[in-house]
C-alpha cells in the first residue's frame, strides 16, 4: 500500500509579544508572515468612493491580505466604508489576478458591492485597482 506523503509548508514570519491589560494572567502573540514556501509576502493598498446611491456615497481605504510574490495570486480585503448619512457599510472580497505592469510590478482589480445598511436599508457599488507592488 502506497504511504501518502504529507505537505508541508515552510513559513517564516515575526512573532511579537504583547500585554493585553483586558485579560488577567494572559498574552497574546501577533505573527506578522514573511515568506510562504520561500516566496516572499506582500500586500497592497486600495481606496476609492462608493456608488451615489440614496442621496449619498462612501469613501473607503484599506491593505490587503499577505500574498506570495512570484507567482500568480489573489489578495483578500476587508474595510469598513466611511461614516456618512448616519451609517457605514462593510466592503469584502478577493481580489482578480495579479496584472503584470509593463513598468514593473503589478496590481490588481478589485470590485463588489457593499453590506446593506442605512435608515433606508440599500447597498452601494465599489469598483477599483490596488496600489503597484
Same mark, same amino acid.
Given at each position: 500500500?502506497e ?7 515552510? $513559513?517564516? +514570519?515575526i512573532?511579537? !509579544?504583547?500585554?493585553?491589560?483586558n485579560l488577567?494572567?494572559e ?7 514573511i515568506?510562504? /514556501? ?15 446611491d440614496?442621496? !449619498?456615497s =462612501? ?6 491580505e499577505p500574498? *506570495?510574490? @512570484? ?7 476587508? #474595510?469598513?466604508?466611511?461614516?456618512? /448619512? +448616519? !451609517? #457605514?457599510? #462593510? $466592503?469584502? @472580497?478577493?481580489?482578480? *489576478?495579479?496584472? *503584470?505592469?509593463p513598468t514593473?510590478?503589478h ?7 457593499? #453590506?446593506?445598511?442605512?435608515?433606508? *436599508? !440599500?447597498t =452601494?457599488?465599489?469598483? +477599483?485597482?490596488?496600489? $503597484?507592488s
Amino acid at each position: 500500500m502506497e504511504e501518502k506523503k504529507k505537505e508541508e509548508h515552510v $513559513i517564516r +514570519g515575526i512573532l511579537l !509579544h504583547t500585554d493585553n491589560q483586558n485579560l488577567s494572567d494572559e498574552h497574546s502573540h501577533d505573527m506578522y508572515l514573511i515568506t510562504w /514556501d520561500g516566496r516572499v509576502l506582500h500586500v497592497h493598498n486600495f481606496a476609492g468612493t462608493t456608488s451615489f446611491d440614496i442621496g !449619498h456615497s =462612501h469613501q473607503y481605504a484599506g491593505t490587503t491580505e499577505p500574498a *506570495p510574490i @512570484g507567482v500568480p495570486h489573489t489578495h483578500g480585503y476587508y #474595510t469598513v466604508t466611511s461614516f456618512n /448619512d +448616519g !451609517h #457605514t457599510h #462593510t $466592503i469584502q @472580497g478577493r481580489t482578480g *489576478p495579479d496584472i *503584470p505592469l509593463p513598468t514593473g510590478g503589478h496590481c490588481h482589480l478589485f470590485e463588489g458591492v457593499t #453590506t446593506v445598511n442605512g435608515r433606508i *436599508p !440599500h447597498t =452601494h457599488r465599489y469598483s +477599483g485597482r490596488t496600489s $503597484i507592488s
